[in-house]
DNA sequence: GGGGAGAGATGCCGC
DNA sequence: GCGGCATTTCTCCCC
């Protein structure tokens, strides 16, 4: 296939590559994966980067970031740069192909993140409470990284964001970072909330059973599926 | 551009679609983004996914699962299966274009995960410890998600393994498995084993503190960056 | 469908 | 470089 020809011209020029080609792929590295013959669309970017897309899915099926890349007959190989990952593509069919010199100086802009739904939290107070008053926001001390930290009837408050359904460990990241806190500020009672769109059930319990609060919040112009509304706590107790 | 009709009948078709264009991309659904105009690539897959590549870097810059796809002139329009989402990709040139009917019936097989792991540490029980009994793996019981669950010296062992390094939420998982077996089974005496080839500093001291035990342990075969011995414990008490 | 947890997670930011 | 943490996380698996 003289086109693998061109194939290495292209990889010591630097361009974007594209092809369509039958192949298999192995890996290994940090993991160990094999994948046998099919159709595949395969992506070397201006930067060495490599990826391997099946007909189907949105996520790639193997990829390497920054490799270097080598072609020996029919046989991509792509090392890494610390040298301990192999990723290896047997071509056997290009049904495809095209290089190109691409020129991209725009980075994507993203809003309604965790962020910003800080910042909106911060802004806006009485969402937490009548008497809740924000002291700092992203408290990197060494208690940890604190999202809120505020003052509520002279107790303190730390508050934990999450943009998306709350789970167990969210719970416990709050959890940590109020014992963190109770520790090293040698106070008593620190008061905790999380605050988010939705909590799943064992983790609004388990929330429930260390004395925290739940406030339901959904970030203001952002699409997002409605939490059902969560059962009363005496469900909890005398249910199951 | 006439290609554009073409991409409609290649959407109608269902067929595999590459693109190199020039193009701006937003995004509105569980977030906000907007993409200003660069060279890209589009994918179009056979199950409608849609995915925009950078030239550089490993990951897409935005994407989208099973769309409902339209062509409107030069805009190209994604709408997401439940309706709440939406990726509007609007094209201001195109370099390349090729569709293809792409046929892979293969599906990747992975090893060296963390299941395989759980297998070779049960196999291999001496690796916790000398009195080490194995019970049960993947226990999915009511006391949670405990990855090996077994005895030493009359009591109980709750093993978490992790195939990369540990951090905090790892320990805090440990140890919420602790606590409910505890709590559940109605015993005193439980010992938490972290395992994992490496563990970063304030996790270890969370674990130290909590009276957990680490263990180091590199699943074999597996290629991976080799951890930092592990500073003696005296170290951190008289340290900072 | 919900929830928990792993992933070759990746990527960002702060120290 | 390490560490913690969000991600339009995605994906699998079990209940």
Redesign the interface.
Known sequence: MEILEKLGRDLRDKK?I?M?ARC?VSY??????????????I?I???S?I?V??????M??????NAYISVNGSTIIARSS?G??RLIIEIEDI??Y?S?R????????????EREMQEYIYEHPDIISRDFKPLSREAITRYGYIDILGVEQGSYVIVECKR?KAG??EV??LH?YVERFKKEKGVERVIGVMIAPSISDPAYRYLMDKGYRFVRFSPP?????QGKRHKDLNQFLNGN
Do not use: W
């Not at 790639?60 to 970031?65: D, E, L």
């Not at 112009?221 to 599926?225: A, E, S, T, V, W």
């Open positions: 974007f594209v369509l298999s290994e590295g940090r993991a160990r994966s094999f994948l046998g013959t099919g159709d595949r669309l992506i970017k201006n930067d980067s990826i897309h099946q007909p189907v899915g949105a790639h099926v193997n990829y390497m970031k610390d301990r990952e049904y495809d095209s190109r691409m020129i991209d100086n725009e980075s994507i802009t993203l809003s309604g993140d998306i167990m460990p416990e990241q940590r112009g952002i699409l997002r599926k």
